[in-house]
């Protein structure tokens, strides 16, 4: 069985940074692909990035590029979201998820290992 733990969420004022963190425990992580996405009230949940086995390749939605970044550590199972300049449409409860397969995907339905979720809070 697998489990992902997210930690880090927080509120913030816009303009601020928070850094997420995904350990993953009960099955090696270190050759899987991994995301985050995130869900804020009464919308969709939203790809965020998402990063290869090896954290060479990643991708990333449009509407955080150039602001968050992803990494992981496959030595401590664990995968990052540092996010910067953070904006108040950030807000939204953030998810990491991992698949069986190394290939970055944009998709949750491609997904079958999710964590419980973070809460980031960005205030005006």
């Known amino acids: 069985q697998v489990h992902l733990v997210e930690s880090g969420g927080g509120a913030v004022h816009a303009g601020g940074s928070l850094s997420l963190s995904c350990t993953a425990s009960?099955?090696?992580?270190?050759?899987?692909?991994m995301g985050w996405f995130r869900q804020a009230p009464g919308k969709e949940r939203e790809f965020v990035a998402a990063?290869?086995?090896?954290?060479?390749?990643?991708d990333y939605g449009d509407s955080v590029k150039g602001r968050f970044t992803i990494s992981r550590d496959g030595a401590k199972n664990t995968m990052y979201l540092h996010m910067n300049n953070l904006k108040p449409e950030d807000t939204a409860v953030y998810y990491c998820?991992?698949?069986?397969?190394?290939?970055?995907?944009?998709?949750?339905?491609?997904?079958?290992?999710w964590g419980q979720g973070t809460q980031v809070t960005v205030s005006s």
């Open positions: 990063i290869n086995w090896s954290g060479m390749f990643t």
């Open positions: 998820a991992a698949r069986s397969s190394s290939k970055i995907v944009v998709v949750d339905s491609e997904y079958p290992y």
């Open positions: 009960g099955r090696t992580f270190s050759n899987n692909a």
